[in-house]
């Protein structure tokens, strides 16, 4: 299973990303895909998640300004990213578990200018 993350840059608070993570090698469909995030300094957090039923979740750091969707036949995910803040600095990360173990992408840097 490999996972590639992209859509990463720098924008002004206020302004939007999209990431964006394609899954190889496995079923995508079938599986929750969730997005992490860990800014310098800091322990890896959870953004949020997306069942294979097109259930989301999300921290309340973010709950409001972020949404997670899913493409299964791009075997694709999306982080929708919204009034962006110089708190959302961080790498992102998407994850992915099944039957066949722990996967993560390589992520890739947001970096928000105040």
């Known amino acids: 299973v490999q996972l590639q993350a992209s859509g990463g840059g720098l924008v002004q608070a206020g302004g939007t990303l999209r990431l964006s993570c394609r899954a190889t090698?496995?079923?995508?469909?079938?599986?929750?895909l969730s997005w992490y995030r860990q800014a310098p300094g800091t322990q890896r957090e959870l953004v949020g998640t997306i069942t294979s039923g097109h259930n989301t979740s999300y921290a309340d750091t973010v709950k409001g300004r972020f949404t997670i969707s899913r493409d299964n036949i791009r075997r694709t995910s999306y982080l929708q990213m919204n009034n962006l803040s110089p708190e959302d600095t961080a790498v992102y990360y998407c994850n992915l578990v099944s039957g066949r173990g722990n996967f993560w992408g390589k992520g890739t840097l947001v970096t928000v200018s105040s």
């Open positions: 090698g496995t079923n995508f469909r079938l599986h929750t």
